[in-house]
């Protein structure tokens, strides 16, 4: 007996009371307050615009499906980060989400949606030399606005690493952007007008 | 020795993004190596981010509800199905022995005639005497196997 043929026997609806921990409504709610974060976060640390669709779409299913995910709404949130990050880093396990050099780091990424990116300036070019996990690192503290103890739960590290980690990252960031030129206008560099 | 911390890191990265400069906190930072970097990468971040949102079109809540519907679906049609499966090879492992003992009892029989089938097969002029028992045991596991095959063990779950 076929696998589809039974799943066509079960009311959709039926299955997905049965199966989902929110009704339509609330994840239409939770979906529009958290895509466009999850995507440019999926988008900056995959560099792919592609990939980050799939994987934005598969962790709201992942979401959708999980057997007991968190009610709270920011512990939703973070929970559904860190399972595109798990996602992301599962795709990836090959390529070393630790770093190292350069070459190491660069994962294949879809010819139209790197040159996208790179196109958007240097901010785009620099990000580019971090690896991944720097990336992530810097777009949950400094975009998502997210503390130590919630970069840790979404990256599945221990909360003391955080601090040396993200201040490496944004040491390297900030001299990139630097090297580069970049003025943070209206703020503070004391080499930026 | 390079320091690694300032108290007033979290209000500059927040006043980074936000792109307001409290006058003390703009007169801290620019003397503060941490919060200068804070404040350039906090800042740089934040113009990626809004250029990225503007453009973005992504899929539409309903779409996603109406993928992880068909999961659902097809994870409670792998739940329902598994007792079948599972009795299905229970009662395989089960007539094993009885469809051996059945085989083995057809073979002897067929022996039995082996007289009779070495007439005719010499009257066929095919003297197929040697050869009779090993085509019967591959017949009969060429038909246990596709026996199996139709039952299900063998056929793939997702169709």
Redesign the interface.
Known sequence: ????????T?P??A??E???AMD?GE??RF??AT??PL??YL??LSRNVALA?DL??EA??RV??AAAPPTDADRLRRYLFRVATNLYRDHFRRARWDGGSLDETHEPADRDSERRLHL?GD??A??DVLTPRQRAL??L???E?MQHREIAEVLGLSRLSI??LL?RA??R??RE??ARG?A???????RSS | MMRWRCASESDTARAARAGAWPEALRTHAAECRVCRDVALVATALDRERRQWSADLLPASAGHIWWVAQLRARHAAAERALRPIRVMTLVAIAASAPVAAGALASALSTVASWLPDLRIVSAIAGIGGYATLPAVTVAASAALAFLLLALTGPFTRADG
């Open positions: 007996m076929h696998n589809h043929a039974v799943a066509a079960i959709a609806r299955a997905a049965e199966c989902f339509e994840f239409a979906y529009d895509v466009r995507r440019g988008t900056r669709d934005a779409q709201y299913c959708l499906t958007r901010v785009g620099v990000l810097l777009w503290a400094y975009v606005g601090r040396p201040f944004r040491r960031m900030a952007l630097r970049f943070p206008g209206g703020a503070v560099d004391g």
